[in-house]
């Protein structure tokens, strides 16, 4: 799986979580173009490298975030100051 694949499969995911429409595990399964064990698979790996917790409402019959999680994937460009004032720092301690 490509990287790119896998941040669009890991937003797709947080989105459907998030909005409480992604359904039980056959639909979401299908939504993301996977096996049911794959997202089982997926679920599992989720939770345990990132400590959250994602549950399953039998009555509303979706999967769900327990609580608020914001996804933010990407690399983010620092301030000039902030990259100056590493710099500086570097060389202060050499």
């Known amino acids: 799986m490509s990287i790119?694949?896998?941040?669009?499969?890991?937003?797709?995911?947080?989105?459907l979580l998030r909005?409480?429409?992604?359904?039980?595990a056959t639909t979401l399964a299908s939504k993301l173009g996977i096996s049911r064990s794959k997202w089982?698979?997926?679920?599992?790996?989720?939770?345990?490298?990132?400590?959250?917790k994602i549950f399953y409402c039998n009555y509303r019959q979706t999967y769900y975030y327990?609580?608020?999680v914001v996804l933010k994937i990407g690399f983010f460009r620092q301030k000039t100051e902030d990259r100056r004032q590493k710099t500086e720092d570097r060389r202060q301690k050499r």
């Open 4 to 15: 790119s694949t896998l941040i669009n499969s890991l937003e797709q995911i947080d989105q």
């Open 40 to 52: 089982f698979r997926m679920k599992k790996e989720l939770e345990e490298c990132f400590s959250i």
């Open 66 to 68: 327990a609580e608020p």
């Open 19 to 24: 909005m409480e429409s992604a359904g039980n």
